[in-house]
Every structure is written in C-alpha cells, then in structure tokens.
C-alpha cells in the first residue's frame, strides 16, 4: 500500500510557474512509478505527465515543453513544474502509483494508488 499526498497547488498568473510535490508513504517508493494527472470541472481526468521503469517520460501533448516531471528516491517524492502556465491549465492535479508493468502510463486505469488532488488556479 502506498499512501499519496500532494501540495503546491494554488492561484498563479498566467505565465508564471507552480511546482507540485506528491509525498508518498506507506511502501518502498522506489518500487514504484509515477504520474500526474488532472480535472478541469465538467471534463474527464486526463493525463498530463509520468515517468515508466525503462525510465522514459511521457507528456501530454499540451504540456510537453512546460512541465517537468521528476522525483526524489531519498524524499520518496515526485514532482511536478509546472511553467509557462495557462489558464486552461486550471483543474485539479492528482498524482498517482503503480507497479512495475508495460502497460501505456498515460492510461488513469493502470495506477493503482492516487493521491487527493491540489488545485491549481491560473487566472488571465
């Protein structure tokens, strides 16, 4: 079992940057790979970053160049930079875990633990 938490959400500019932290507890972080998600009100969860065991990352076409994902064994956290920020940006951020597997990390279905979500505001 892993337990996910994040924080660093909030109300930014447009243009400006956010860092999302996901703190993880529970189990061998190391064990684990991550990603992030997010929901705008009214749309379905969708994928914005992650990262597989080969290690490879992985971007949502909409964020690749702005956003960052990376982690911290030692901190047993994973991260989120967000730059660039856009107001369609704006939705609920969620990190997630899983397991080692091969399949897509840009399917919501394949993690198996998921933190609560931080909101993250970009006004106009």
């Known amino acids: 079992q892993v337990q996910l938490t994040e924080s660093g959400g909030g109300l930014v500019q447009a243009g400006g940057p956010l860092r999302l932290s996901c703190a993880a507890s529970?189990?061998?972080?190391?064990?684990?790979?991550m990603g992030w998600f997010r929901q705008a009100p009214g749309k379905e969860r969708e994928f914005v970053a992650a990262?597989?065991?080969?290690?490879?990352?992985y971007y949502a076409d909409s964020v690749r160049g702005r956003f960052i994902i990376s982690r911290d064994n030692a901190k047993n956290t994973v991260f989120l930079q967000m730059n660039s920020l856009k107001p369609e940006d704006t939705a609920v951020y969620y990190c997630?875990?899983?397991?080692?597997?091969?399949?897509?990390?840009?399917?919501?279905?394949?993690?198996?633990?998921w933190g609560q979500g931080t909101q993250v505001t970009v006004s106009s």
């Open positions: 529970g189990s061998t972080f190391a064990n684990y790979a």
């Open positions: 990262e597989t065991w080969v290690p490879k990352l």
């Open positions: 997630a875990a899983r397991s080692r597997t091969l399949a897509s990390p840009t399917i919501s279905a394949t993690y198996d633990y």
